[in-house]
């Protein structure tokens, strides 16, 4: 009797937690449903995008520090067709649609920084949190003679980890006869974010062989460590061409008048790096990119030979 009733008990329990875990995955449905209806309407809102087209045209004209290397006599007529063209597609369009035509205009110039965005389609303080907890600098032993330091960002905002990271791994690289960098995947910050980890890497050249890492990936201010790096006698370099977007940096922000996009417009030129935009820095040694899993383990059996 006990076990008929416990049998029935257990069945029951069963069957309440089939139904629980039934209405949850539901709710979860129901709640993905309505947001993407919600982000969908936002998309499909229409706006003044004539005017917000001006308002970037402008921008771009009057402050973007190569406007004149992008646009002179050669193909002002182009660049002037474009404009009206794209002026006479804008009535009566979508927000998803007004944010192509823009993006249009702005791959005339060739500054991968230029962005125009809704913001309200993205989640940046959790972008931001993202940043603060998912791409902090890691070191490893590979052997008691290999290390491998690996860093996705040169963010400011992480500022106190990376000075406190770059502090803790200098006294134990001194033994280290091979030293591994791994700048994959960091898509950039600021000079001040790297410059104590170039100086331990251009010591620890003189007395241990040095191999850095990068893939496409790596963006701006970390495409100026991979050339700085490929520019070194006595460190190597190894991945694929970086991402090719450090001829101009120092954004700026602006909120456009009517369709209230976010619009990140460049201030300051690079000269010296204007051969890299859309190319990228290219490593010493070409690596497979579809073995990239193994890339750390395959330049550190070239470092260590």
Same mark, same amino acid.
């Given at each position: ?94 927000? =998803?649609?007004?944010?192509?035509? $823009?993006?249009?205009? #702005?791959?005339?110039? @060739?500054?991968?920084? +230029?962005? !125009? ?45 990376? =000075?406190?990271?770059?502090?803790? $791994?200098?006294?134990? #690289?001194?033994?280290? @006869?091979?030293?591994? +960098?791994? !700048? ?122």
């Amino acid at each position: 009797m006990f076990a008929i009733a416990a049998r029935k008990n257990a069945t029951s329990n069963s069957i309440l937690q089939t139904d629980c875990n039934q209405q949850l995955l539901m709710k979860y449905i129901l709640t993905l449903i309505a947001v993407t209806f919600q982000l969908s309407l936002v998309a499909q809102q229409t706006c003044d995008c004539n005017a917000d087209l001006r308002f970037v045209i402008e921008k771009i004209e009057n402050e973007h520090p190569g406007f004149s290397n992008n646009v002179n006599r050669s193909n002002i007529a182009t660049y002037t067709r474009l404009k009206d063209s794209l002026s006479a597609k804008t009535a009566n369009i979508s927000k =998803d649609d007004c944010q192509k035509i $823009i993006r249009k205009y #702005l791959s005339f110039i @060739k500054d991968k920084h +230029l962005q !125009i965005y809704d913001p309200r389609l993205v989640d940046e303080t959790k972008h931001e949190n993202n940043l603060l907890t998912n791409r902090l600098p890691e070191y490893q032993n590979l052997s008691p003679t290999t290390a491998y330091i690996k860093v996705p960002s040169f963010d400011y905002r992480l500022w106190k980890q990376l =000075d406190q990271f770059y502090d803790s $791994i200098t006294p134990i #690289l001194k033994s280290k @006869k091979a030293i591994i +960098l791994d !700048i994959r995947n960091n898509s950039g910050g600021g000079e001040r974010m790297y410059n104590q980890l170039v100086k331990i890497l251009k010591t620890k050249a003189k007395t241990s062989k040095i191999g850095v890492i990068f893939n496409k990936n790596c963006a701006s201010a970390c495409e100026e460590v991979a050339l700085i790096a490929t520019n070194s006698k006595h460190i190597q370099t190894f991945g694929e061409n970086t991402n090719g977007q450090f001829a101009y940096g120092f954004i700026k922000s602006y909120r456009t008048p009517e369709c209230g996009f976010k619009f990140i417009i460049t201030t300051k030129k690079y000269p010296k790096r204007q051969q890299y935009e859309f190319i990228g820095v290219a490593p010493e040694v070409a690596l497979d990119k579809n073995s990239e899993s193994q890339w750390i383990s395959i330049v550190a059996e070239k470092l260590n030979q």
